[in-house]
């Protein structure tokens, strides 16, 4: 079941092979989905500084009934934060924030300002100064593991070349009809998990008739066809929902996609139009 598979990062921590995503969960509801989700068997949760739900998301780790060293926590740092007393500083709120002693995972949210995201710029001087401050929190014990997210090849090869601790996670956009498979081949090649956020294309995959054909084949709903597909790619999905049944179903995904049907999924006409979402930079590059 993968609920109970976990994957192993480069520093030999174990992380859950499929997270539960929080993004544009409010803070005053995440707490309840957080214990939800962890009582069906999710034991990985993912939010950020920037989705404004850490205390939520701390107080249903804390009140779930599960011990905290059985959960797996992320969050990620403010992609503004380009400097190491800044980083260090935003560790320490979040630590506070989510009420908890350590955070499993943090990662870098973005390698530019979201103003600036994917303009040209790269920021390597700065995501190499906010680096050094995770290395020093993971070194305190602070953080298990750290990473990175919507980093593309040069961003990684700088903090590859240039830090003393490699990225042990790459977090981007992933899903069928818009993987980068050039990037998690060099993310994988270099010992880096890729995690695959929005792993059913913000929904905008559900009315698609060749992946729904796909689906019906396998007797599987679309979000588990494109959630089995990034697991076979030896991604870690993060779907998000507030809904129970959905986080449920999202992780009935133990069954095989063919080589056949993994190729058919792979060459499919990319998504353009992510409807409501293409308004956030993550979406509209």
């Keep these: 079941m993968v609920l109970e598979e976990n994957y192993t990062l480069a520093n030999g921590t174990m992380i859950p092979r499929l997270g539960l995503g929080t993004w544009m969960i409010d803070d005053g509801d995440v707490a309840e989905v957080v214990r939800d989700a962890i009582k ?7 939010t950020a500084q920037a989705y404004g ?3 939520g998301v701390g107080e249903g780790v804390r009140t779930s009934g599960v011990a905290r060293d059985e959960l797996f ?10 400097d190491h007393d800044g980083a260090k500083a935003a560790i320490e709120e979040s630590l506070e924030t989510m009420g908890l002693d350590y955070i499993d995972m943090l990662i870098i949210h973005s ?3 979201w103003a600036d995201f994917r303009n040209g710029g790269h920021y390597f001087e700065g995501n190499l100064a906010a680096w050094s401050a995770l290395e020093e929190a993971l070194e305190a014990g602070k953080l298990k593991a750290i990473g990175v997210s919507n980093f593309e090849k040069p961003d990684l090869e700088n903090l590859i070349e240039n830090a003393k601790i490699k990225p042990m996670v790459n977090q981007v956009l992933a899903h069928v009809s818009n993987t980068p498979f050039d990037l998690i081949e060099y993310a994988q090649a270099n010992g880096i998990l890729v995690e695959a956020y929005s792993p059913v294309a913000h929904g905008k995959v559900l ?3 060749e992946i729904s054909a796909i689906a019906e084949k396998y007797g599987v709903s679309v ?8 697991l076979q790619l030896g991604l870690l999905p993060l779907p998000k929902s507030g809904n129970i049944d959905h986080i ?7 069954f095989d996609i063919s080589e056949d049907d993994m ?6 006409e990319k998504i353009k139009d992510y409807g409501d979402a293409s308004d956030f930079p993550v979406f509209a590059k």
Excluded: F, W
């Design 40 to 46: 069906a068997g999710y034991r990985h949760i993912d």
């Design 53 to 55: 739900n850490e205390r």
């Design 73 to 82: 926590v992320t969050t990620k740092l403010h992609a503004e934060i380009k």
């Design 111 to 113: 390698p530019q300002p």
């Design 207 to 209: 009315d698609n008739e």
């Design 223 to 230: 979000p588990q066809l494109c959630i089995r597909y990034c």
């Design 248 to 254: 449920r179903s999202n992780a009935e995904v133990d």
């Design 263 to 268: 190729e058919s999924l792979k060459s499919m």
